[in-house]
């Protein structure tokens, strides 16, 4: 299966699958606005809409509506997932969702410090793509990280601990909301500067491409998906890596979660050319646009991605078109965004979505839907339970992971670690 050649943008046109080398570009017109705010960007432009380059001049832009189409064709039905995959993306979704309202309340109540920003609304590319992942994978992510890591198999009580700086967290409580790590799980990090993990993503994908070209480890095949924001697409680091990752045919997908805003500035406002996924085939990579509050499509999308990865046809940039239904961070009174543009896109929650088609496709029924919510409203209480429980970290905790050698500084010449003298943190107040 490959990607074809025409943009995803509501609603879609059907054109011919291509093979993912050929090359076509299509163009957008005013009747198809970048989630209704392209057209009125250009009629704000006073210089004229620049003519679409020639086909020759890019190298393909991925349709999912074609991928749709060459699997009915294939299986000879018109479902998207088995009855056990649609169940699996629903629970991930809620635990997600309830996660996250649940994150809300604690942070209110003086559980949680510093900022804490939440995912909702984004889960469909989440669980879109890293269901689709092995144990073996990496995902690397931002400061938005907590759904990622629950996607990828981190539990939410070592999540929620984390958040509550609890030393049962999976980062024994040093690493906080932007900083979720688990190397069980590959999890290699969330980051709170823009751009930063993009970088580590690929140094991951180098790693894995190394082990099987030049360490021969044939049954390594393993891929990486790097999570980042619109607002990083401006950033030098994201360019430099889609060059690295070209150049060197990485296995990875760089996914762009576009929710048209980078904190309090609008993506249109930032960019040039408010179409992230073009800056793919600039770098001789396949560019792809997809419907980020659907689920389905950002799945056929990421499994194609994904396959090509580990094939070693090299990386994607996809670029997953989405919005925040909370401001930026719990801190954030979100009153920049326009109330009519936030009450549209609650109209498009992902999860209202894909409850709607298990449903009407007899994968589920409501009894089912319920009792998976049900579960998982218990497994977040019980996290709350947990955090709340678990002890907070040592005071010797603090200097460990920071030197190479720590007995070089903050141990004392018995073994025993200076910050347990009392005397240790005397005048620090004054100073």
Known sequence: MAFAGAKIIQPFALHDSDPFNKVKLSTITSSSPFLGSTRNLRLLQSAPTAQPRPASASRVVAAVSDVFKEKKLKTGSDLLLTKEEGLEVYEDMILGRAFEDMCAQMYYRGKMFGFVHLYNGQEAVSSGFIKLLKKEDSVVSTYRDHVHAL????PARAVMSE???KKTGCCRGQGGSMHMFSAEHNVLGGFAFIGEGIPVATGAAFSSKYRREVLKEADCDHV????FGDGTCNNGQFFECLNMAALW???IIFVVENNLWAIGMSHLRSTSDPEIWKKGPAFGMPGVHVDGMDVLKVREVAKEAIGRARRGEGPTLVECETYRFRGHSLADPDELRDPAEKAHYATRDPITGLKKYLIEN???S???LKAIEKKIDEVVEEAVE???ESPAPSRSQ???????DPRGFGIGPDGSYRCEDPKFTEGTAQV
């Open 398 to 404: 603090l200097l460990e992971n920071v030197f190479a």
């Open 362 to 364: 007899k994968l589920a």
């Open 163 to 165: 958040l509550f700086g």
């Open 224 to 227: 990486t998906l790097a999570f």
């Open 151 to 154: 996607s990828k198999g981190v």
């Open 366 to 368: 409501e009894a089912d």
């Open 249 to 251: 045919k990485l296995p």
């Open 386 to 388: 947990f955090a709340d």
